[in-house]
């Protein structure tokens, strides 16, 4: 069997917790925030996870895990 390759997007979007999730940062928060109000940005900071229907398919994406 050949290795399987990763997706280079989901390197770079997404982390395994340590009991198998999957945390992503929110969309919408790198440029034009001048259009957004305060409270949007405010509650988009940080990172939340993925539910177990996206879960799923990430895993495909990554195949060995990501660190």
């Known amino acids: 069997m050949p290795?399987?390759?990763t997706k280079s997007g989901v390197k770079?979007?997404?982390?395994f917790t340590a009991s198998g999730k999957v945390k992503h940062g929110v969309a919408g928060k790198r440029h034009r925030l001048i259009?957004?109000?305060?409270?949007y940005i405010r509650?988009?900071?940080?990172t939340s996870v993925l539910s177990d229907a996206?879960?799923?398919?990430?895993r495909q994406w990554a195949p060995y895990g990501l660190k």
């Not at 770079?12 to 982390?15: H, M, P, S």
């Not at 259009?35 to 409270?39: P, V, Y």
């Not at 509650?43 to 940080?46: A, H, K, P």
């Not at 996206?54 to 990430?58: E, I, M, R």
């Open 43 to 46: 509650q988009n900071r940080g």
């Open 35 to 39: 259009s957004h109000n305060a409270k």
């Open 3 to 5: 290795k399987l390759k």
């Open 12 to 15: 770079k979007r997404f982390k």
């Open 54 to 58: 996206d879960t799923a398919h990430v």
